[in-house]
């Protein structure tokens, strides 16, 4: 009898202790698993992220500590700070122009009955599928000083040739254009989806208190589709503002550095001007906006999941 | 996945209205093709525009005509392009870099999305919140201290890395890998538990788990996780324009743009049609993996 109790008391801390290597076996496994993950995001993303840092305080000969040097003499310089004002202007502009056009189209393809949706969504996604490099190429063709096709066009219906890309404030807009024709696809299919999540009653509790167009879309659409919108204008933001491709192949920061962003304006100092301490300076001022965005979005990403 | 894929609007079985509201439907619809017709011409533009001066002659396009119109269609732009050595070797580095870091990034993250979705250790939910801060890091702020970083591989081991085609398959999963995990962790975490808990019991393996049950299951994530990698793969300027220089080892976004534009000589047919082949592949797979395509950008941001 004795013998039986003992005999269950042994198996059951046998089992406990079984239970536990698993768990940490199970742990291991999982940690495994997740270890090249880790190992390229530590290696390629974090380490240099801070090497970045440290590199901002080194001479231009990477031999001597300057400490804030190079920052004092960017914040000496005009360009610069016309840098800075460019990428806000940029990003900014970019955003909400993107935000806009991309609310409106994608309220145009849900009026519009469901079996030609996806033929439109199609077409009006290609700008999106595009390398921008590529597509900047057509553009800035497009924007040709002397075979330029719009002043083809606005020459046809008697209006004057506009110097695109040969004007600092034509430039700057042109670059725009560019960002936003590239960018506004993606917020359409975004705001797309959140419309389809919209409940159909709503509009229709709406219509019945008499509600017309404009009052459905401000007071019904646009409070259901507040996540979204926030998250994905808050994501664009990130990637307008570390923007590159477009602004290299159309202006390259021309004329007079009038169009430069921190992107193009790092590699021209660090990579063309053999100064990565100053260029690495300059990219690590988009790390504040970037860390703000980053912070709203994933507040809005955790009140999101708890709804769901 | 989101309600895009599965959309069910009750207008469109919505019974016969009548009166004013049905007019003024029709009206809406009008306005709403109008509209639509009016930015899909602003959206296609630039690549129609491209496909129309790929099939011009030089002479025709310095020529004072309608820029809008082919008036002597060739292909010549496009056999030429297609016969110099130059241009095959960008195409042929482009593909090889794209297919080897598709197959890398999927590894890597379809097991560490399982993992962090199924299999907790100690620091997995902080680790779910890295990999999506570290996909909002641009490749923008980490190119100049990876250069320096590779400088001093170089002097420490005597193998260069700048400068050669293949440093790229290490370079672009840091802009793959977080997203795709990101996307992955949330296709993964919406499978039941249940089906995982009962295979557990039969005795499969974690492995076995992820094998059977998990990639079957989650296939749809995975395709559309595979098109984003290739896409960002295949697209990416900025890493190749800093980290590679001689001909034979650029990649094709850089190669059409730094050598068919050679100082102030255009050739603009010739940089046109390269352009468009260079488009080609991501549009191609567009073409035929749309919902796919769409599935994977909605689900990015709106999986949580």
Redesign the interface.
């Given at each position: 009898m004795a013998d039986a109790v003992a005999d269950v008391r042994v198996s059951a801390v046998g089992r406990r202790a079984g239970a536990r290597s698993m768990v940490r076996k199970?742990?291991?496994?999982?940690?495994l698993?997740?270890l090249?993950?880790?190992l390229?995001?530590l290696c390629?993303?974090?380490?240099?992220?801070f090497?970045?840092m440290h590199?901002a305080t080194l001479s231009k000969s990477?031999t001597k500590f300057v400490g804030f040097g190079n920052f004092e003499f960017l914040f000496k310089r005009n360009t610069f700070w016309m840098v800075v004002e460019q990428s806000v202007l940029f990003a900014v502009t970019a955003v909400i122009f993107k935000a806009v056009?991309g609310f409106?189209?994608a309220h145009?393809?849900h009026?519009?009955?469901?079996?030609g949706?996806?033929k439109?969504?199609?077409?009006?996604?290609?700008?999106w599928?595009?390398?921008?490099?590529?597509?900047t190429?057509?553009?800035l063709?497009?924007f040709?000083p002397s075979?330029s096709?719009f002043n083809?066009?606005l020459a046809h219906i008697g209006v004057g040739q506009v110097p695109w890309t040969g004007n600092p404030y034509w430039a700057r807009f042109c670059v725009i254009l560019v960002n936003v024709?590239v960018g506004s696809?993606?917020f359409m299919?975004?705001y797309?989806?959140a419309l389809?999540?919209v409940p159909?009653q709503l509009h229709e509790a709406a219509a019945i208190d008499g509600a017309n167009?404009f009052q459905k879309i401000w007071y019904v659409n646009l409070p259901m589709m507040r996540n979204?919108i926030q998250?994905?204008a808050l994501?664009s933001l990130?990637?307008t503002f570390?923007?590159?491709?477009i602004v290299?192949?159309l202006t390259n920061g021309g004329p007079v550095d009038q169009t430069h962003v921190?992107?193009t304006w790092?590699?021209t100092l660090?990579?063309w001007g053999n100064d990565?301490p100053l260029?690495?300076s300059v990219?690590?001022f988009?790390?504040p906006i970037?860390g703000a965005?980053?912070i709203l979005?994933?507040r809005n990403?955790?009140k999101?999941?708890n709804e769901? | 996945m989101t309600s895009a894929s599965a959309p069910i609007d009750s207008r469109a079985a919505a019974p016969v209205r009548y009166g004013s509201i049905a007019r003024g439907n029709r009206r809406a619809l009008r306005w709403s093709y109008f509209f639509l017709v009016l930015f899909v011409i602003f959206f296609l533009m630039p690549p129609i525009y491209m496909l129309i001066t790929s099939l011009k002659t030089s002479a025709e396009i310095g020529a004072v005509t309608n820029p809008w119109w082919v008036y002597n269609p060739t292909l010549e732009n496009y056999t030429t392009l297609l016969s110099q050595k130059t241009f095959l070797t960008f195409f042929r580095n482009s593909a090889i870099v794209s297919v080897l870091v598709v197959s890398v990034t999927m590894v890597v993250s379809i097991l560490a999305a399982f993992s962090l979705a199924r299999m907790q250790f100690w620091g997995s939910a902080a680790l779910a919140t890295g990999v999506f801060l570290t996909y909002l890091i641009p490749d923008t702020l980490l190119f100049i201290p990876l250069f320096k970083i590779f400088a001093w591989v170089h002097d420490q081991t005597g193998i260069e890395l700048i400068n050669h085609w293949w440093v790229l398959i290490f370079l672009y999963p840091t802009l793959t890998v977080p997203f795709c995990t990101w996307i992955m962790i949330g296709y993964f975490s919406s499978i039941p538990k249940e089906l995982d808990e009962a295979a557990l019991i039969d005795g499969a393996s974690y492995l076995q788990i992820l094998l059977r049950v998990f990639i079957p299951v989650a296939l749809p994530g995975i395709i559309a996780a595979t098109i984003f990698a290739f896409t960002v793969s295949w697209a990416n300027f900025l890493y190749p324009l800093a980290f590679t220089t001689s001909e034979d080892q650029l990649v094709l976004p850089v190669g059409i743009v730094t050598t068919l534009i050679k100082g102030d000589v255009y050739n603009w047919g010739q940089i046109m049609t390269g352009a468009l082949l260079g488009a080609a592949p991501p549009l191609i797979i567009y073409a035929f993996l749309m919902d796919y395509y769409i599935a994977g950008l909605t689900a990015g941001a709106t999986k949580g």
């Amino acid at each position: 009898m004795a013998d039986a109790v003992a005999d269950v008391r042994v198996s059951a801390v046998g089992r406990r202790a079984g239970a536990r290597s698993m768990v940490r076996k199970k742990s291991f496994i999982a940690f495994l698993f997740a270890l090249p993950l880790i190992l390229i995001i530590l290696c390629l993303v974090v380490y240099p992220a801070f090497y970045a840092m440290h590199l901002a305080t080194l001479s231009k000969s990477m031999t001597k500590f300057v400490g804030f040097g190079n920052f004092e003499f960017l914040f000496k310089r005009n360009t610069f700070w016309m840098v800075v004002e460019q990428s806000v202007l940029f990003a900014v502009t970019a955003v909400i122009f993107k935000a806009v056009i991309g609310f409106i189209v994608a309220h145009f393809v849900h009026n519009i009955p469901l079996k030609g949706q996806r033929k439109w969504r199609g077409m009006l996604l290609i700008p999106w599928v595009i390398p921008p490099a590529m597509s900047t190429l057509a553009w800035l063709w497009l924007f040709d000083p002397s075979y330029s096709a719009f002043n083809w066009i606005l020459a046809h219906i008697g209006v004057g040739q506009v110097p695109w890309t040969g004007n600092p404030y034509w430039a700057r807009f042109c670059v725009i254009l560019v960002n936003v024709w590239v960018g506004s696809p993606f917020f359409m299919i975004m705001y797309l989806a959140a419309l389809k999540s919209v409940p159909e009653q709503l509009h229709e509790a709406a219509a019945i208190d008499g509600a017309n167009w404009f009052q459905k879309i401000w007071y019904v659409n646009l409070p259901m589709m507040r996540n979204i919108i926030q998250i994905t204008a808050l994501f664009s933001l990130i990637v307008t503002f570390a923007n590159f491709d477009i602004v290299k192949i159309l202006t390259n920061g021309g004329p007079v550095d009038q169009t430069h962003v921190f992107a193009t304006w790092a590699f021209t100092l660090g990579i063309w001007g053999n100064d990565l301490p100053l260029g690495a300076s300059v990219s690590l001022f988009m790390f504040p906006i970037l860390g703000a965005a980053a912070i709203l979005i994933l507040r809005n990403v955790r009140k999101r999941g708890n709804e769901a | 996945m989101t309600s895009a894929s599965a959309p069910i609007d009750s207008r469109a079985a919505a019974p016969v209205r009548y009166g004013s509201i049905a007019r003024g439907n029709r009206r809406a619809l009008r306005w709403s093709y109008f509209f639509l017709v009016l930015f899909v011409i602003f959206f296609l533009m630039p690549p129609i525009y491209m496909l129309i001066t790929s099939l011009k002659t030089s002479a025709e396009i310095g020529a004072v005509t309608n820029p809008w119109w082919v008036y002597n269609p060739t292909l010549e732009n496009y056999t030429t392009l297609l016969s110099q050595k130059t241009f095959l070797t960008f195409f042929r580095n482009s593909a090889i870099v794209s297919v080897l870091v598709v197959s890398v990034t999927m590894v890597v993250s379809i097991l560490a999305a399982f993992s962090l979705a199924r299999m907790q250790f100690w620091g997995s939910a902080a680790l779910a919140t890295g990999v999506f801060l570290t996909y909002l890091i641009p490749d923008t702020l980490l190119f100049i201290p990876l250069f320096k970083i590779f400088a001093w591989v170089h002097d420490q081991t005597g193998i260069e890395l700048i400068n050669h085609w293949w440093v790229l398959i290490f370079l672009y999963p840091t802009l793959t890998v977080p997203f795709c995990t990101w996307i992955m962790i949330g296709y993964f975490s919406s499978i039941p538990k249940e089906l995982d808990e009962a295979a557990l019991i039969d005795g499969a393996s974690y492995l076995q788990i992820l094998l059977r049950v998990f990639i079957p299951v989650a296939l749809p994530g995975i395709i559309a996780a595979t098109i984003f990698a290739f896409t960002v793969s295949w697209a990416n300027f900025l890493y190749p324009l800093a980290f590679t220089t001689s001909e034979d080892q650029l990649v094709l976004p850089v190669g059409i743009v730094t050598t068919l534009i050679k100082g102030d000589v255009y050739n603009w047919g010739q940089i046109m049609t390269g352009a468009l082949l260079g488009a080609a592949p991501p549009l191609i797979i567009y073409a035929f993996l749309m919902d796919y395509y769409i599935a994977g950008l909605t689900a990015g941001a709106t999986k949580g």
